[in-house]
């Protein structure tokens, strides 16, 4: 599985857009990039998944160059509520029997007011 | 939807009994699910995979014999920690995969169990 790379910590104020890059230089053909926001004491929250380009939802974009190697977790007017640590996954869960994606360090983000 | 639960949410248990917790997955049908572990300030370690109807596979250095993981059902998993000891303080956390659209899985994760081992 490939390995990730974020900054362990970013701080913002209310309001701000935050873009939380992650590098994957080992990201194979068959990887998707997946992130998740977890609170203290509660489980990883889905956010958003993408392959390639550009992904949006309800609440984030992602933005992935052509060559993959990286990605962008951007979130729109960030609140207080989002202070969290995100987490940035690249693997293929059909890859060898279903295996489990590996969480790195993740980006601790706190949102000021 | 992908809704996973977990129980207990958190539970006290004395030094050398056992303590099972119980991962459902409340509106999908799960072949597979995953049991990490988290200590405090550091991110989820994965302890094993778990398919439906076979045994599972724990990644290397976790004791198989201590850690008792059944997943009898599509939709619930359990791990069993056995004859529990402080060092085994720690929040657990399940999560069940997902088939998404373009054939990817996704995985949802359980809100976790929080074990303190007196």
């Known amino acids: 599985l490939a390995k990730t790379t974020q900054p362990i910590s970013m701080d913002s104020y209310e309001g701000q857009e935050v873009n939380i890059t992650c590098s994957h230089n080992?990201?194979?053909?068959?990887?998707?990039i997946t992130w998740y926001q977890q609170f203290p004491s509660q489980g990883p929250r889905f956010i958003i998944q993408?392959?390639?380009t550009k992904v949006t939802n309800e609440v984030a974009s992602l933005f992935i160059p052509a060559d993959r190697k990286s990605s962008t977790l951007s979130l729109p007017r960030v609140s207080l509520s989002d202070t969290a640590v995100y987490y940035c996954?690249?693997?293929?869960?059909?890859?060898?029997?279903?295996?489990?994606?590996?969480f790195g360090s993740g980006t601790r983000l706190q949102v000021q007011p | 939807g992908a809704v996973v639960s977990q129980h207990p949410s958190w539970v006290i248990c004395k030094s050398g009994t056992s303590v099972k917790i119980e991962c459902r997955s409340l509106?999908?049908?799960?072949?597979?699910m995953f049991w990490y572990r988290q200590f405090p300030k550091q991110s989820l370690m994965l302890m094993a995979t778990?398919?439906?109807?076979?045994?599972?596979?724990?990644e290397q250095g976790v004791e198989k014999d201590k850690f008792l993981i059944n997943h009898a059902s599509l939709t619930l998993s359990t791990l069993t920690v056995t004859s529990a000891h402080p060092e085994d303080s720690s929040f657990y956390i399940c999560?069940?995969?997902?088939?998404?659209?373009?054939?990817?899985?996704?995985?949802?994760f359980g809100p976790g169990t929080r074990l303190l081992v007196l």
């Open positions: 999560s069940a995969s997902q088939l998404r659209g373009g054939a990817q899985e996704t995985q949802y």
């Open positions: 080992n990201i194979a053909t068959n990887d998707y």
């Open positions: 993408g392959y390639k």
């Open positions: 996954l690249v693997g293929d869960l059909w890859d060898t029997g279903r295996r489990a994606l590996t």
């Open positions: 509106d999908f049908q799960a072949t597979t």
């Open positions: 778990s398919n439906e109807g076979s045994k599972a596979t724990y």
